[in-house]
């Protein structure tokens, strides 16, 4: 099969969450081969890992980030793309390592100080991943003091905070205020079921939206 | 009244029951830090959560619910509560019962765990262990039925139907939390539409079905449509918040007035639902509205 036909199948892949030959969905793909075989067929061609980042796998999260923002994805949808593109990314670890592939930058991601929940965190995880950026997870219950010690471990890093909760969707506003003084230039985007563009500029952060895909074509634009 | 009539007696004999309103805004306005579980304080504070439950029977609710949304070993492990979820869910209930009198019943209420099957986060098994544990604490502590809210996953929301159907004869409510999608469409978070939870719910026993959360009433009465348009007998309960979030001087804050609320009831009772009552951000005076508008509607 030739090289760009094999891409192209990897984006579907990851786009349907068929992970590897074991993974029974979706339905129609079941039995055939999935995004991590596809990946090692495409290394053992010799096709650059930069090209299956770029035309494989990032298109193909990039599709599954677009219909959940247009409410034709849903979390599992999202999820399972993850889980397919993550498998790939491990067997391109080596490549990274090397440094012969490099990412677009380092995003920090974190659920607020008091907030537990991680479903809408590991969205944007999964969505700023897939479009070619390290991701640091720091967690859910995530205080300042954390943030600020992975800035200064990654002194370029964007970062994110989550918050499912209007109780603990105030806790943002102190970490905002806490990382600023520190690191006023690092941008800081903020999201969550309760959050809005008003009290994104209320609080001082850089970027608010409701869905990943905007997120990281925010990061993308930086 | 006789205390031993189940709730589906009630709906017959009375049209139109009100449920209770909010208990997490409600809990917090009485102090409780974002760093607490809510639940521990059905044993640290159980008289706040007692003037909470009695609150709305004096509102006039004839069902209201417990403290223990997050009381699943799931929700309360991380608060190093793990060993007292019996415990914590038997007090929410004795709570809500002292509070309830012979009149009013009680239902056990039951969040999701946070945790998603399908990605392997927690095995059904565990799951379900987890539910029944949750479960026998609120029915040990008196309550008068189980309520299954704001479930997103019809996996989760099976487990714990046949966890709720193992350890109690009484009966279980089961509603999920709907939001309408950028395509003008209800859906939970996890993709599934009013309809497609129905016929699950019937199959695994349900008593009453609904929806709870994510909506004002506006977005309830559209949802309850839709559930109607597949099934016209199952009783149907809806918990809606007051409006939806806005930010008002920095906090969050549910716009719907009592009287905004309360004027849109007769709608939603109208489209078909059977216990109406509140979530987020509704108030014992959302709640008494509400039970005036219930009462004229007779």
Known sequence: ?222 | MNNMSKIKDRILEKGTLVSDGAWGTFIHQKGLTAEESPEEWNLTRPDDIYDVASSYVKAGADMILTNSFGGSPFKLAPYGLEEKVYEINKAAAEISKRAAGNDVLVFGSVGPTGKILMMGEVSEQDMFDGFVKQMKGLIDGGADGIIIETMSDMDEARVAMRAAKSVTDKEVICTFTFSLTPANEYRTMMGTSPAETVDMLLAEGADIIGANCGNGTAGMIDIVKEIRKVNSDIPVLVHANAGMPVLREGISFFPETPVEMSVQIRELIAVGANIVGGCCGTTPEHISRIVDVVKSSK
């Open chain 1, 1 to 222: 099969m030739q090289k760009e036909e094999l891409l192209q199948k990897l984006s579907v892949c990851v786009e349907k969450g068929k992970a590897d030959q074991a993974t029974p969905t979706p339905p129609d793909m079941k039995g055939m081969i999935g995004a991590s075989e596809i990946t090692q067929q495409l290394l053992d061609l010799e096709v650059s890992p930069d090209d299956i980042l770029s035309k494989g796998l990032i298109p193909g999260m990039k599709r599954i980030g677009d219909l959940y923002g247009e409410g034709k994805a849903f979390v599992p949808h999202l999820l399972l793309a993850a889980r397919a593109m993550n498998g790939c990314l491990a067997l391109l670890k080596p490549y990274f390592d090397a440094g012969d592939l490099e990412r677009k930058g380092t995003f920090i991601i974190g659920t607020v100080k008091g907030d537990l929940h991680d479903i809408g965190k590991n969205l944007v995880k999964a969505i700023i991943e897939g479009s070619g950026w390290e991701v640091i997870d720091l967690g859910t219950d995530v205080s300042s003091d954390k943030f600020i010690k992975a800035i200064e471990e990654n002194p370029n890093a964007a970062v994110g905070l989550s918050a499912l909760i209007t109780t603990t969707m105030v806790n943002m506003e102190s970490i905002v205020s806490d990382i600023r003084s520190r690191f006023p230039e690092n941008k800081i985007l903020i999201g969550g079921a309760p959050v809005t563009l008003e009290y994104c500029d209320k609080i001082g952060a850089d970027f608010f939206s409701l869905y990943p895909q905007e997120a990281s074509e925010y990061l993308d634009s930086l």
